[in-house]
């Protein structure tokens, strides 16, 4: 099983920046971060392949960008121009892909979350 440990949130005023990192016990492929803020659904915010494509959601695009170092099991992301609205528990998903003879199945993993809030 794989483990995923998410750090760098915090509380920061509109228009600050953040580095969130989240960090795999072992080698995964899609990763991916999303957010939930509360009473409302979890969000998908960016996300990457392990060859580096991203994608974002609307509300961050050209503000946040994701990024992965597949040697450190690693992926980060850079949220500059935050705003109120960014704040939530940011949640770091991977994705683990097996298909082999022996062995099929595709694996959803999370980390526990770190909290992101924006001040006005």
């Known amino acids: 099983q794989v483990q995923l440990v998410e750090s760098g949130g915090g509380l920061v005023h509109s228009g600050g920046s953040l580095r969130l990192s989240c960090v795999a016990s072992g080698t995964v492929d899609a990763m991916a971060w999303y957010r939930q803020a509360p009473g409302e659904q979890r969000e998908l915010v960016a996300s990457?392949?392990?060859?580096?494509?991203?994608a974002y959601a609307d509300s961050v695009k050209g503000r946040f960008t994701v990024s992965r170092d597949n040697a450190k099991h690693t992926m980060n992301l850079q949220m500059n121009s935050l705003k109120p609205e960014d704040t939530a528990v940011y949640y770091c998903n991977a994705k683990h892909f097996v298909h082999t003879v022996e062995q099929s199945g595709n694996y959803d993993y999370w980390g526990q979350g770190t909290q992101v809030t924006v001040s006005p």
């Open positions: 990457i392949t392990r060859r580096g494509i991203t």
